[in-house]
């Protein structure tokens, strides 16, 4: 979590690839994903697959969490469009939604996929997520999201310093 913004991202899915691009880029994370899914039938499983890997890989290198923010979230505009994007690495997941698409598809993505990736993140991850988006240009609208998504998790992996003690005053994450 402590990279560069490198990213090598083939998932058959060109804007998809785009979008997990901008998480490693934004997030500050090396990410490398290779998919070979069944594109043939749809994309469903090739998005919620690589959301559920990446949440994974997210919980698994917090460990016990000792040390980091636990909260993040970031307000982001992209031309026309506003996101707030909110995360707790609470060790329970939830998925606030508040986006809405006019179109069917963005590139060969469907819209209604962008909810179940962050959905699917979030169950992985076991983390709290909020996200809303307003706007008009689709394109503009979740490309802002995910850049926001990837400030919001950067913020909330941060290690402190100062202190290397669990962020919950219950005891456990």
């Known amino acids: 979590m402590d990279g560069s913004g490198q990213a090598d991202i083939k998932t058959g ?7 997990l691009e901008q998480i490693a880029r934004h997030g500050s994370i090396d990410l490398a994903i290779n998919c070979d899914g069944d594109l043939h039938i749809d994309e469903h499983h090739t998005i919620e ?20 923010t636990r ?4 307000l982001l505009p992209m031309d026309e469009a506003l996101v707030h994007a909110a ?8 998925m606030v ?6 179109r069917e598809k963005i590139g060969e993505m469907p819209t209604e996929m962008f909810f179940h990736f962050f959905k699917s993140f979030s169950d992985a ?17 979740i490309e ?12 909330a992996v941060k290690r402190n310093p100062a202190s290397d003690a669990l962020p919950s005053t219950k005891g456990v994450l």
Do not use: V
């Not at 909260?71 to 970031?74: D, E, P, W």
């Not at 076991?126 to 689709?138: F, H, R, T, V």
């Open 13 to 19: 899915l060109g804007f998809f690839d785009h979008m």
């Open 49 to 68: 697959d690589t959301a559920l890997a990446l949440g994974e890989a997210y919980l698994k290198a917090l460990g016990d969490k000792k040390g980091i």
């Open 71 to 74: 909260y993040g979230f970031y």
């Open 87 to 94: 995360i707790d690495f609470s060790g329970r997941n939830w």
């Open 97 to 102: 939604w508040d986006a809405k698409f006019s």
């Open 125 to 141: 991850a076991k983390a709290n997520i909020n996200i809303s988006c307003q706007g008009d240009n689709e394109h503009h609208k």
């Open 144 to 155: 802002a999201i995910f850049k926001a998504f990837a400030k919001a998790i950067k913020m």
